[in-house]
Every structure is written in structure tokens, then in C-alpha cells.
């Protein structure tokens, strides 16, 4: 994706730099800038060249593009670190259940082994009460 990215960006700059070159009279004409507001009297800026206001048009989408993917890439570090401690809680409340599975399932083969046992005494003493019978079956 990076290599698309910077394959993308270095187009981009080319097709400009062509335009720039290829437009060059034209983008040479000086031009003023001005802003007539109602309440106070009209603004003029010097005489530019239009090619320098091309310029500053690329710089200023630059750099608010450079904002916009900062303030992005900001946005996933802070969501990576919230969810970073949420794996540690959950890791340790994950440990929690394990011990406690652990310990029920002690008990439970504890208990399984009482009533293997029960049930192997209780086969004995059926069979000592009735040997005839367990013979013929």
C-alpha cells in the first residue's frame, strides 16, 4: 500500500511540475487579490504572479491534508491504547475464570472419583449378596 501511495504522490507531482512548465506565460500574468467587505474599506495584495498562487494553493492543501492525516493517525494511537487496557483486564479476568475453572474442576473429578468408588462398593456388595446370581449372568 505504501509503494501505492508514494507510486500515487510522485505522479501527482509530476503532472504539476508538466503543468507548471507547459502553462508557463500564462501562469506569469501578475494578478492582485482583494476583498471589499461593507465595513471597512477594500483590501488589495500585491501584484503576484498566478503560477505563485498555484504554489500556495498545492502548500496550503498539503499542509491542511498533513493536519487531516495527523489528527487521523492520533485518533488510532489513542484507540489503540484504550484498547491495549482493555486486553490487560481482560487478560487478567481471563486468568480469574481459568483458576476458578480450575478449582471446580478439581472438585468435579474429586467428586467423580468418590462416586466411581460408591459405585464400586456397592457393585461389590451386590455381588457378595448374590454370588449365583452374578455367576449365571
Do not use: H, W
Not at 82 to 108: C, I, M, P, S, Y
Amino acid at each position: 500500500m505504501r509503494f501505492l501511495t508514494t507510486l500515487f504522490i510522485t505522479v501527482l507531482f509530476f503532472f504539476c511540475a508538466l503543468f507548471l512548465l507547459q502553462n508557463k506565460e500564462v501562469l506569469a500574468i501578475p494578478m492582485t487579490l482583494g476583498i471589499d467587505l461593507f465595513f471597512i474599506d477594500r483590501v488589495e495584495s500585491i501584484e503576484l504572479p498566478y503560477y505563485f498562487l498555484v504554489l500556495c494553493a498545492f502548500v496550503v492543501g498539503a499542509f491542511s491534508t498533513f493536519i487531516y492525516l495527523l489528527l487521523g493517525r492520533l485518533s488510532l494511537g489513542s484507540s489503540l491504547r484504550q484498547a491495549r487496557k482493555q486486553v490487560k483486564v481482560l487478560t487478567k479476568e481471563l486468568e480469574v475464570v481459568k483458576a476458578n475453572f480450575t478449582k471446580e474442576l478439581e472438585g468435579v473429578r474429586a467428586d467423580l472419583v468418590k462416586a466411581e468408588e460408591l459405585n464400586a462398593a456397592y457393585e461389590q456388595k451386590t455381588l457378595e449378596a448374590k454370588p449365583e446370581e452374578a455367576i449365571s449372568a
